[in-house]
T-cell receptor
Framework: AQSVTQLGSHVSVSEGALVLLRCNYS??????LFWYVQYPNQGLQLLLK??????LVKGINGFEAEFKKSETSFHLTKPSAHMSDAAEYFC????????FGPGTRLSVLP | SQTIHQWPATLVQPVGSPLSLECTVE??????LYWYRQAAGRGLQLLFY??????ISSEVPQNLSASRPQDRQFILSSKKLLLSDSGFYLC???????????FGQGTRLTVV
């Protein structure tokens, strides 16, 4: 069975600092991978996706993620955090259905 | 373009009352449809998914049911709500040629 782990339920960074949100998956075959963002009391919005093309994927709002098969990882990064990036971030994997990680809440400090 | 509508946005219901949450998708045909629940401080739990009219798969046995009476309509129901049914319910769809899912704005259900 597939699973997704996200190291760190809560991450705090200063405005302008690097954002790194970790995601590891378990799958015998590289799946489709996604990062979603959720703002309070809203649905999930797709940030980016990996579908076996380029291993470095660029998404919206300056985010990007790198697929590393050897590490079974798909970490999300952004060079410079903005206050508006404060939200909950979910990593997800899809084979037959979507499986979501537990989420990481990102706080951005002024 | 495709859009997904989910209502109501918030709902407060007494224990033992029935529930009906509705989700509709526009601009696509024969989508895969999903109901997820998000409990406070937790990730998303897949409740039901549907690949076509009248075809419902349940991922977790519980006090809820789902129906798909039309191609782009997905309904989440309960005959008698429990306190543990409180949470944030999200509807999502995936097109035949999409890899990603698209989410509605969610319904916050509070059972009192």
């Amino acid at each position: 069975a597939q699973s997704v782990t996200q190291l760190g339920s809560h991450v705090s960074v200063s405005e302008g600092a690097l954002v790194l949100l970790r995601c590891n998956y378990s799958s015998s075959v590289p799946p489709y991978l996604f990062w979603y963002v959720q703002y309070p009391n809203q649905g999930l919005q797709l940030l980016l996706k990996y579908t076996s093309a380029a291993t470095l994927v660029k998404g919206i709002n300056g985010f990007e993620a790198e697929f590393k098969k050897s590490e079974t990882s798909f970490h999300l990064t952004k060079p410079s955090a903005h206050m508006s990036d404060a939200a909950e971030y979910f990593c997800a994997v899809k084979r037959q259905n979507f499986v979501f990680g537990p989420g990481t809440r990102l706080s951005v400090l002024p | 373009s495709q859009t997904i509508h989910q209502w109501p946005a918030t709902l407060v219901q007494p224990v033992g009352s029935p529930l009906s949450l509705e989700c509709t998708v526009e601009g696509t045909s024969n989508p895969n449809l999903y109901w997820y629940r998000q409990a406070a401080g937790r990730g998303l739990q897949l409740l039901f998914y549907s690949v076509g009219i009248g075809q419902i798969s349940s991922e977790v046995p519980q006090n809820l049911s789902a129906s798909r009476p039309q191609d782009r309509q997905f309904i989440l129901s309960s005959k008698k709500l429990l306190l543990s049914d409180s949470g944030f319910y999200l509807c999502a769809w995936r097109g035949q040629f999409n890899t990603e899912a698209f989410f509605g704005q969610g319904t916050r259900l509070t059972v009192v």
